[in-house]
Structure formats: C-alpha cells, structure tokens
C-alpha cells in the first residue's frame, strides 16, 4: 500500500503540473496562488485512499462512457463485481418494506386497498412517531425512539433475551457514520501516545480510510489465509506489541462476518477476543452488517454482545464495546437508504453525554432510512397477511446468494493459479492469485502494484470489474482480487468463466 | 408547546407537496407506477428517476456524491445564474465533477479544507449570528473560529470594513483561510448579495477560500428582491475574480419551498468552482468512501430543480401548493415585524430572507440584574427569558447566545415557518408573555 500511495502521487504531482501549465496557456495570466493547494490542504486527506471505488471504477466507468459512444470493445457490458450493491447488480427489493415506505412517503395511499393492512399500520405507527407525521421531519439526533426500542426488542431475540437498552442504541447514516463517529471519540494522543487501532488485514477500506483521516495509528493483525481467513490470539498479541513501541493501542476492530473474505468467526474465537481486549484494555468494535449472511455448513453467527453476555458479568460488566449493524447487505441490499444503528456497552455515561453532542451536529440521520431499519428489526410476524411473501422473497435472496457462494469457491479452485477460501458468509469472494515473476516485473515497470496491473488488464480485456487485493492489505508477497458474488447467478457463472480464461492467457503471456 | 426552536417546517405543520411525495412514494415502490391514483407526470417522473438507477431500485447505493444525472448537467449548462462564467466553466470540463451530492456539514468533515494539524490553527471567518451547528463543526475539526458582526442597527447588513477588523483580530491567533457566509442568513434574515461584490473582491483581495451557505435561496421575501447567488455575482464580475476565487456554494432540500422542506431526507449539494484540480482528485476520494446521501434525497433534490411545469396535469395544484407556502411565510413575517416591533423593550428588523426571525430584548441595566438574581442557574437573560417563554407561554425558542451576538445585547430566535394560525396564536401568546415579563423585570 505504501509504495502505491508514493507512486501514485507522483503521478499526481505530474498530472498537477501540466495541468497547471495548461492552464496558465489557456488564461494567458500567471497562476496565481489558490489558497486550497496539495500543499495547503489538510495532509491526512492525501493518506485517504478508498480502494472500492478507486481507480479501478473510474476506469470502468471510462470504459462504460466509450462502449455507449459505441467504441468496439471485446465486451458489450462492463460488469462491475466491485462493490457490495445487490440492488444494482439485480436483486429484487423485500415488497413488504417497499410498500410501507411509500405509504410513510405519501399518506395518502393509506386509503389504497391495494395495500395490506400490516404494512399501513406499520406506516401509521412510524407517521405518528414522526414530527408532523411526515418523514420530512428532522428527527431527534439519535434516532426516532421508538425505533430505538424497537432495535433494542430486536437485539433481545436475537441474542436469547439478554435486555438491550434503547438509550444505548445510536441510529445513523448506515453504519459506516456510527463507525466514524465512534473512532472520533476515541482518536487522541500525539506522538507515541497517539491512538493505535487494530483492524484485520484484508479490511473493509473504511477502516483504513477512516484512520488516515482521523490521523490514527493503523495497527494491522493479519488473518490466517491457510485456515480459512480464522483470526489467531498470538497474531493478535504479535501486533500489539509491536504497535506499543510507536503508538497507544485502544481499539480492537472485528468484521464479523469478514469483508472481504467472508469467513465467520467461531464461538470460541469470539470469547477468546474479548477475553483479550479484556486483559489488554482495548475498546472493541465489532462490525455485524452481515449478520444474516452465513451460508457454510457448520457455521453459524454469534454477536458478541451475546457472546459477552454469555461470559459472566467479569466481562459483560467491564468490556467496552460498540456494534454496528446497517439496512445496506444482509438480505434487503438497501444500501441506498444509508439505514444503521449501533448498539454501546459499557460507555462511560458522560462520554455517552459527549457522543450525544458529536451526533447532533449532523443533525439526524435520513428518516426514511430510519424507517427502513424499523422494518428490518419488525419484520412480518407468522400471522399477518404479508408473512408469507415476506419470507419467501427473503429465503430466496439468501439461498441464492448460499449457492453463488458455493459455486464461487468450486470453480475458482479448478483454475491453475487462483486459490479461494471457502465463502463462509458475506458477500465477497477474495482468492489468492499466483502471478507470474514477469507478470510482476511489467507492473513495477508501469508504476502499478502487481494485482492492480491483474485487474485492469481484466477489466480491459474482459469488461469486469473487480478490486485487486492491495486494496484491502495482504501480506507482502502475495496477491488476491475482491469480486462480489452479486450479480444473477447465469451472470455470475459467464463472469466466472471469463476470469478462468483469463488467468489462462495471463499466464501464459508472462510465462 | 408551540416549537419553533428548529427550522422545521414539518413539524410545524405545514403540508409536504403533493407531487414529491407521489414521485418519491412511486420511486420507493414502483408497482405504483401503474396506479391510477396517480397523475401521469408524476409516474412518468418516477419512470424517468429509476432509470438513472443502475438496478432499477432507490435501494442502489449511488456513487458517491457524485451528480451523474443527465438533467444536472443539462441545468448547469443553461443555468441563467452562470452567466458570463459559462465560457469559463467549460473550460474545467465535465461540469458535473464540480457538482457533489454533499450537505454543508459533511463538506466540512471532509476536512479537506481545514487543517487540524496546522500551526497556527486554521481560522474560518464566521459572521455573528450563525447557525450553531456550523460553529461547533469548525471547532470539532480543530480550527478557529473568528467571528465578524453583521450590523443590527443597519438590519444586519453585512459591512467590509467588519471583514477586516475580523481578519485583522485573527493575527497571531490562527491563520483564516475561509470565510463562511449565509445567503441569505441565519437566524438573521437578511439577504447580502447586494454586497456579494464587494465580499469577493475582499476574499479576492486576502485571499480566502469563498463558503456560501445559500439553503435558504428560495426565501426571500422582501418585494422585489430576487435570490442573486455568489456564484452568479463572481462570474459577472469577471477576470481576474472569476477565475480565481474559490468557492463552494450549498444548496439542500432542507429549506427549499419546492424541495418542500424535506428535512428528513438529508439531502444537499455543494458547487465547487475554482478548485485546484489535483485536490479535486482528493476530493473526489473523500466523497467515494463515504456514501452519505440517500438516492431518495437525490432524487428529491431532482425534483427540486426540475418542478412540474406549465401543461403538466400536476402544474396546478404544485403551483398552488408552493404559493400556499410563500403566501404564509411573507404573511408571517410582516406579522411578526409589526407585532414585534409594537411591543415595548422589543425590536424587529425586516426579515428580508431566511426561515427564522431573530428579535433583539432591550432590557435596562436594572433589569438585568433583577432577572439575573431570579434566575436559578443565574443565566443570562436571553436563556432566562426563552425558559420563561417555554414554560409559562409554552412557546419554545433559541436564547441568541446560542447564535452569538454582540456583547451586552440579548435576542431570542424562532422560526416563521408555521401555518397562519399557529403564528397568530404563537404571537399572542408572546405579546402576552412579553408584557408580563418586562413589567417584572423593569
């Protein structure tokens, strides 16, 4: 990642320069000094790089604009496996959530016969809830209560009837908000007392992205590729450590399921975490927005509230901790209505006082999205009318994205060169990609890192558009690509197969 | 309780605009499309949004703050506002880029701008009144926030010479590198493009970055006044300003008439003219990593610029649901003018823009004291008297401390948003309160 980051701006210096001097050419005046220069601008923003919608999309994106203007390419459509967008990929929105949302959007349609009876009470209820009965109403800062409670209900039965208190449920704008608020809070220190987070290697670039922003240290543990991605205590001790030479660790990040590489941590694993940020005093954030994604055998998902909860009051009365949770994956894919909560535990009650401050200033997060997530957490009981469509539009999500998952991981693995972990949970697949030396000499030549040059030259030759592993971290070494396994499955088979035909040539071309 | 210590217009009653809802209700469910209930244009509208979506759905998350509509560019292009900067604009290419699905606040937590770790600190020159949140986000990023006072006794006017006193205090203090203004203003609800030149050639002149929080452009009230944006003034002041000042001018459903006030639906765009196109890049990034606008907001943003016009079957009742709204607000805030200012100890100046009205308390140095020695927590008396005013009026306003004015002076701030007889009767009530109050307290 570095030499990417020193490379690239070099490039950008270049860029900079001449357009600078074209520019001066086309006013016929000297430049003159602007007050919002490279040099000027706050320097952590050039350490924010956002790698799933980095240069590789605005490549496609190019590539997209030259196939409409009708310039022959060996593609007709570029697929973009990139992001974790089920929507945009295909999939189908949950009707019943659909419907309540249009009656809290225009009220009118409460008297439209069309509509079932479950989905305008809900609507009613959460009209009521709202300023002036409208979802254009700011609402509170935290989030409309009865939301909140409705959350805390849901967290309840989910996690066996451990109470869950809606004073500690913050909503927000997705849960990537939540995720940066709370990193706000905890950031401080200068120098060697600087706040050091943990985040596993491969990431969700968030995280990263969120750090170099904040001007936090980065404190990366690396899963364990050869064990199904597992996270590993000794790796974790390894990597504190060595952070505390340099910096003051305090947060533990975990995504559960992992993005991007899908696995989904054992029971065991998750007690052994938290009996480690117990004993290292860390503030652990577990990021859940793929709570419903678990598709291997023999796997199941377990919070970690639940799991603290369940380890005696030693923990769950001391262990500091927050989780996220978002209307964006799962099996409703609304990644448009930026729904999310996070649930807090054991937050000293006047920093509570303080985050309350920090989210207000951001005034609410967007209502209909808050909507959403009280849809999502109040789900179509037995016996309403809209049960029955309500789970099977919602089996038939999850069973699809199970199966894609499964003949992902077959098929990359009878292709020479690609190893892939089985797909355990989320929505990603990230293989391992064996290049060949030459391969790796062309890249440095052109200024990429190895699995970027893999990926474009992808994208080029086959239209698909997926995120080269440097994007996410891995160790030195090796390389790996990210791909989503949204698109519909006769699509995700053509892609599939068109990434086997070509790491054939690849690899032949640099043999 | 009467509140109308928000600029909420929802809240307070007033009614959401029927075409929105119906395009953004027929967007969120498209089977609606097909419903008889609903005019054509609005479902043809609704075929014309989902069809920017990739997926058909509003559930997509949209590429971050960027504006790809068609229509945006569309309207950038023959935006009478752009003026002579036309030419100029082309220039930068893919006007769009320039273009960010992107609130004030957000911007701001870009940080883009405002550099924590600089020494000295980063200095934003703000004017007194502000809204609150835009000084609390300044300072959460670690700058400074050097205060330049708008001019009450000339109805809030926004003065240069103001400007450089304001500059001129910051030195040795922090280093300002941006000057906030608000177009026109909250909570004082003045209107200051009358001054924009001279504004620009003094941010031209110091060199500080232009922020112009222009949400409240669709209200302006007084007669014959017509919303001019800054970004408008720069173009046709021509070279070398208009090709130099950097500006970032806000927009936002929020407080639009025909984006029907959508607070909820958090939506906004920032105009970015002048960048340095190597931080544009980084900008850019910022925005990609973080997806922080609904597509309902986007598209609600859409409508806003794009309202139904003449021969559309929705024409009629939009137009009259808009005027509605106009109607109320010049009614109110003649109203409150007139109330106001009839009330001893309590002063009014024209509300010319805005949602809010910001009245200013004249109370004598006696009393001050006696209203400080009864208050419990021995607040000031603006705190004191919006207590007051909640508890026995039931009527609950913003003290003016919360958006700072000159020392010594004490104001109290409310929105006018409200239907005609929520403000009368919110009137009465303060008139009555206000009497009682000031016998009190003389």
Known sequence: MKSMSKITLQLQRCARDITNMSQQAVNGVSHRGRVLTLDSMNPNVKRVEYAVRGPIVQRAVQLEKELKEGVKKPFTEVIKANIGD??????KPITFFRQVLALCSYPALLEDSKFPEDAKQRARRIL???GGHSIGAYSASQGIECIRQDVAHYIEKRDGGIPSNPDNIYLSTGASDAIVTILKLLVCGEGRDRTGVMISIPQYPLYSAALADLGAVQINYYLDED????LNITELRRALSAARE??????????????????????????????????EHLFLMADEVYQDNVYAEGCQ???FKKVLFEMGPEYSNTVEMASFHSTSKCYMGECGFRGGYMEVINLDPEVKAQLIKLVSVRLCPPVPGQALLDLVVNPPQPDEPSYATFMKERTAVLSALAEKARLTEQIFNTVPGITCNPVQGAMYTFPRVTLPQKAIDKAKELGLVPDMFYCMRLLDEEGICLVPGSGFGQREGTYHFRMTILPPTEKLKVVLQKIQEFQLRFTQEFS | ?????????????????????QVLAACVYPPLINSSNLPLDARQRTQEELGRCVGGSVGEGNVCGLM????????????PQGGAEKTHRTQLSLLCDNYYFCGFGPWLRTQALLNREASPRTGVLIPVPCHNKTVLSIMQLGAVAVPYYLSEEQGWALQVEELQRALESAKGVCNPVALYIINPGNPAGIYSSQCGDQVIRFAWEKRLFLLVDEVYQDCVYGENCEFVSYKRTLSEMGPPFSGTVELASFHSVSKSFSGEYVCGLRAGYVELVNLDPAVMKYIHTLFSKDSCETVLGQIALDLMMDPPKPGDPSYLLYKQEIEQIRTVLVHNVKRVHEVVNSLPGFSCSPIEGGLFAFPRLHLTPKAIQKAKVTAEMQEDPDTFYCTRLLEEGGVFTGPGWEYGQKEGTYHIRFCIAVPQDVMEELLRRLSSFHMTFMKDFS
């Open chain 1, 227 to 230: 064990n199904c991605w597992s």
């Open chain 2, 1 to 21: 309780v009467i509140d109308v210590f928000q600029g909420d217009l929802h809240k307070a009653g007033m009614k959401p605009l029927t075409f929105v809802r």
């Open chain 1, 301 to 303: 998902f377990h919070s």
């Open chain 2, 68 to 79: 790809t509509w068609k229509k945006m560019k569309m309207l950038v292009v023959q935006d």
């Open chain 1, 246 to 279: 340099h910096c003051n660790p305090r947060v533990l990040c975990i995504i559960n399921p992992g993005n991007p590489t899908g696995q989904v941590q054992s029971r065991q694993c998750i007690e052994d975490v938290i009996r480690f940020a117990k004993e």
């Open chain 1, 86 to 91: 089920a929507h945009a990929m295909g999939q």
């Open chain 1, 128 to 130: 009521e809830a709202c």
